[in-house]
């Protein structure tokens, strides 16, 4: 039977376990996306911290559009170097580490004044507020090159692999949503059309990196707001990006304007309420072949066996209970099965000085 703590493989990337790191906002880059001493720490936690895959916070890959502060950058070579010395200490811990690149687009968590903010419609995001600009031809195939580029960037520095940022209402998700997709062209209307970004954006990453690089997506499983992209959307983009060679898939949902069904959900307190999308991922880790990851209130090691026994998912993501506890991959191996000790409250997520921490380890002093 499978378990937590046996090798894996994503493409030709070896895992030592099937416990990933999903992408969490740190909130400690410097102003123009360049590593910080305090971020370097963070990834030496979760490398020494056992995680079979580290996903870093999304990095944003066009140096005028940063949606969040403290954001990691990707946006040109100047990053590769610091990305080397990064890569390189996560592999001295037997970690594999992934770069998420990302456009934010209306979700940005910055004044939009005096901002170009690209959008796939000029519609109002329903978390933020902003308007965004509608984007031309133009604006588009800058948009899937600077995927690329960034891509090729990753793969330089020494990343085991790219995973696109195609959830949460970003930019490339917003294209998938009808809500926010009023486009008169050949990227709106039929689901062939709203997933066209997708398709272009991962060719490019692959005409960049080569047939055998890991490339990843990160996706909705619903949006779970009216009118947002629905689970039939998410297993045509799915379907399309694995008949086309993506090597994994991560499945999340939901947007800032889901209500009780944000990507992090709070009072994740019973073992009923994790794994919120492992339906989801179910059912495409059963369509698929590739394998399917599914992040999303993931607490307890019973939870994680119970999927592997039950589904066909391979791959588990944890981003809060990391950020608590970056040695829980090692104590849960150790034999000290309790749960993680985040108690989903999503304090962690209110932008402070120092860095997005859990309130919990600042109640006690430990930074």
Known sequence: MANIFESTAIGGMVLKNRLIRSATWENMADDKGHMTDPLFKVYADLAKGGVGMIITGYAFILEQEQPNPGMMGIYDDSFVAEYQQLTSMVHQHDSRIVAQIAYGGSQTGYPAEGRLIWGP??????????IPTAMTQDDITTLVQAFGAAAKSA??????????????????????????????????????????????????????????????????????????????????????????????????????????????????????????HARYAAQLAVELTIPIIVVGGI???????????????????????????????????SGDRQR???????????????????????EKGIK
Not at 177 to 200: K, L, M, Q, T, V
Not at 349 to 362: A, F, K
């Open 121 to 130: 419609s000029a519609v109002a995001d329903l978390a933020t507020g902003v």
């Open 155 to 276: 793969q330089a520095a020494g990343f085991d692999g790219v995973e696109m940022h195609g959830a949460h209402s970003y930019l490339l998700s917003q294209f998938l949503s009808p809500y926010y997709n009023h486009r008169s062209d050949n990227y709106a209307g039929s689901i062939e059309n709203r997933a066209r970004i997708f398709i272009e954006v991962y060719a490019q990453i692959r005409k960049q990196v080569g047939d055998d690089y890991p490339v990843l997506i990160k996706i909705n499983a619903e949006d779970f707001i009216d009118g947002g992209a629905t689970f039939e959307d998410c297993r045509y983009v799915c379907h399309q990006l694995a008949q086309r060679g993506i090597d994994a898939i991560e499945i999340s949902g939901g947007t800032g304007a889901s209500g009780g069904e944000i990507p992090a959900r709070v009072k994740i307190n019973t073992p009923d309420k994790e794994a919120y």
């Open 340 to 362: 993680a000790k985040c108690v989903s409250c999503n304090g962690c997520l209110q932008t402070r000085p120092g860095g997005n921490l859990c309130i919990l380890n600042l």
């Open 299 to 333: 607490r307890s090691p019973a939870v994680i066996e119970q999927l592997l026994e039950t589904t066909h998912i391979a791959l588990f993501s944890l981003a809060r209970p990391l950020l608590a506890e970056p040695d829980l991959p090692n104590r849960w191996q």
